[in-house]
Structures are given as structure tokens and as C-alpha cells.
């Protein structure tokens, strides 16, 4: 979920993602259970062990309320997004801006003590290491879109070469 800024979002995150007991999500059957097939019941535990909630923090906020934010049981991950970040700083397009990066360590923090996994975004070499050695075991290598385009790029490329 984008955006993340307080408690009272992580809790309707969590209301709206997760069946009962520990959400309100809405089912109907057919595809879901199987057509009948599986146990309505049965699916729900399972859905809801399977189900992973994941918290991004983009905005000044969403630092400031992290303690709040990954308190919330069923917030299973947190994922930093820096780029939006940056914006909130009033540093648009600075993601690797010391005052940026200093608000993602601070959201990670929060996540190591509560026991909430932080999916750090190595923008630059270096960081993948410094995350690695900082116990961080999430990243997010790139989105569907970016892979895509450089293979395509490159997949042009050497049509035209």
C-alpha cells in the first residue's frame, strides 16, 4: 500500500486486506475456494497466513508515525520509497539526499525493533552491502516495467547494430 502515513491508514490497510478475524475483506466463493472444493473456512485461515501486507513509506509522515505504523499487527513488511520521499522533503528527485537517506534508516530502525522486515531499494552499488550487513534480507531489485524497457533497449540495440 502507497503511502503510508499513520496508525489509523496501517489499521484500515490491515481491515481491508485480511479476512476475518483480523481483517473485514470481503469473499464470495467460486475461483477463491475453489469452486466449492476447498472449505470456506479452512481458506480463510490459510488466506490470511498467506496474505502479506506490505507498508510503503513515502512521505514525511510515514517517518514520523513509523513506530506507530509497524506496531500494527498484520503489517507483515515495509518498503521505503524514496523517490517520493524526496519530494516530501521538499527535495524532489535528491533520493540519495542525506535528509532522504537518513528518514529511510529511521524507518528501517523502527522495523528491526519491532520485528517487521524493511525491503530496502539499493539505488546505488555500495548500498546492497551496507543493507546486507545491517541485517536487511528484503530488496526490490527494479519493477516490471524497468526490466522490460532495458531488455527491450537492449534487444533493439542489437537489431540496430
Known sequence: MPHVRSRAEAEAIVRA?????????????????????IDLIGYLQQANREILLVAMIEDQAGVEAIDDIVSVPGIDMVLEGAVDLSQSYGLPGQHQHPTVQAAIQTVARACQRQGVPFCAVPRAPEQLGQWRRNGVNAFLLGDDRAVAFRAFKAHLAGFKS
Open 17 to 37: 486486506g485480511r479476512y476475518h478475524p483480523q481483517g473485514r475483506r470481503g469473499i464470495s466463493g467460486g475461483r477463491t475456494t475453489g469452486f466449492g472444493s
